[in-house]
């Protein structure tokens, strides 16, 4: 009886992106995904987008991170595109006190 085992390590090149399957990556900004994050939440319509990563899982993890004001919001939306499935899954807003520099996060866990 012979068995045969295969060790597979893949890199995706997509655009001027490489991606690691389940490993977190710096991306090119997704313009579908940071319009969905900003028609669902508001109030980050007009805040400066900072950076954007992504993780391939059985669809795509992405993390925006925005500031406005004296805060960050860091939003992470999950893509499935062949079932069209696309949710924000976790905003964490961080504030810096400017009293005593202390610093606030607020996490809130959604589904929409």
């Known amino acids: 009886m012979f068995g045969i085992v295969f060790t597979c390590f893949s890199l995706v090149y997509h655009k001027d992106e ?3 399957p389940g490993g977190w990556s710096n ?3 997704d313009s579908d995904i940071d319009a969905f994050i900003r ?3 508001p109030i980050l319509s007009d805040a400066e987008l900072m950076s954007s990563r992504k993780q391939v899982v059985a ?3 992405y993390e925006y991170k925005y500031k406005k004001n004296n805060s960050t919001w860091i939003v992470d939306v999950f893509d499935q595109a062949w079932t069209r499935l696309r949710l924000i899954t976790q905003v964490r807003k ?3 006190t400017s009293s005593n520099g ?3 996060t607020q996490v ?5």
């Open 18 to 20: 490489v991606v690691t």
């Open 27 to 29: 991306s090119l900004v």
């Open 39 to 41: 028609n669902k939440i």
């Open 59 to 61: 669809g795509v993890n």
């Open 94 to 96: 961080t504030s810096e």
């Open 102 to 104: 202390e610093v606030k």
């Open 108 to 112: 809130y866990a959604v589904g929409t």
